[in-house]
C-alpha cells in the first residue's frame, strides 16, 4: 500500500475482498486503484504489540495482537494511545492464506480482562469478533461505472430486511437502522429493487414495528442527493413479506 504496488498488493489479498474494494470504489466513481492508495493513513507495525492468539477454522483464520497502535499518526499519538486489540482476519487459496481485513477492538481499561490475560486466560476470545468465521464470501461479479452514485437507507424495527438492487448489491438489517452505499449504483432507465421482509423473533415485542426503505442518488459526489424511491409499511401493519419494484431514473 505505502509503495502503491497493486500487483503486491494482490499477490497477499483474498480475491473476494479485492472485487469488494474495487466495486465500493466504483460504484463512488472515483477510480481503482488510485482512491485506493489515497488512504492516509499506515499499517500498524506488528513488531511493537504481543501476539495473544491465532485461530483456525476451515478456510479461514486470525491473529489477535494487543498494545498500542500506531496507524501512521507519529510516535507521541501512538504512545498516548490506548491499548486496544487488533484482529486480523485471512483466508485460504489453495496452499497460501491472503489477508482480508482487519479490526480494531478497543480494551477500554478492563483491569479484569487485563487480570485475566496475565493469568493466561484466553476464554474472552471465543467471543465472534475474535473468531474466524469458517466461511469465505463468494467473489462478487464485477461493477461498472454507474450513472449514479446511490445510497441505501433501511430501518427495520422488529423485522429482519434483505434488500437487492440489480445484480449487485444486496443489504441485511435486522431490528435496527442503517444506511449503505449502493454496490453498481444506478443506471439510467431502469432498476430492479427486491426487499423480502420477515418478522424478528428476538427483537422487543412492546416496540412498534416499522419498516422502512429509502434510495437516493446523485450524477456525482459534490451534487446533492435526490430521494429515487421509498417504502413505508402502514403503521402497525404487517409488512408485505416479498416487495418487488422497479426504480426507473432519468
Known sequence: ???????????????????????????????????MFAVPVSAPQLAALNLVNIYVKKSTATTVYFGKLDFGTGPAAAASAPDSFLVLRFAG???????????????????????KMRQGDLSFLD?????????V??????????DYLAELWVSAIG?????????HHHSEVVNNTGRDLVI??????DNKITIHVEADPTA???????L????????????????????????????????????RVK
Open 127 to 135: 467471543n465472534p469478533e475474535f473468531q474466524p468465521s469458517g466461511e
Open 159 to 167: 423485522y429482519k430486511a434483505t434488500v437487492d438492487i440489480n445484480e
Open 1 to 35: 500500500m505505502q509503495q502503491q504496488d497493486l500487483a503486491a498488493w494482490k499477490a497477499i489479498t483474498a480475491t473476494y475482498r479485492q472485487r469488494e474494494i474495487s466495486n465500493r470504489i466504483v460504484s463512488q466513481k472515483q477510480a481503482f486503484p488510485t482512491a
Open 212 to 247: 422502512e426503505v429509502g434510495i437516493y442518488a446523485a450524477a456525482r459526489d459534490d451534487q446533492p442527493a435526490e430521494r429515487v424511491y421509498h417504502y413505508r409499511a402502514e403503521p402497525n401493519v404487517l409488512a408485505s413479506p416479498f416487495i418487488r419494484e422497479t426504480i
Open 204 to 210: 422487543d415485542p412492546s416496540v412498534p414495528k416499522h
Open 93 to 115: 487459496e489453495g496452499d497460501q492464506w491472503k489477508f482480508d481485513n482487519l479490526r480494531v477492538i478497543k480494551f477500554g481499561g478492563d483491569s479484569d480482562l487485563l487480570l
Open 184 to 189: 453498481g449504483g444506478l443506471h439510467r432507465g
Open 137 to 146: 464470501p463468494p467473489i462478487a461479479a464485477e461493477v461498472g461505472t454507474p
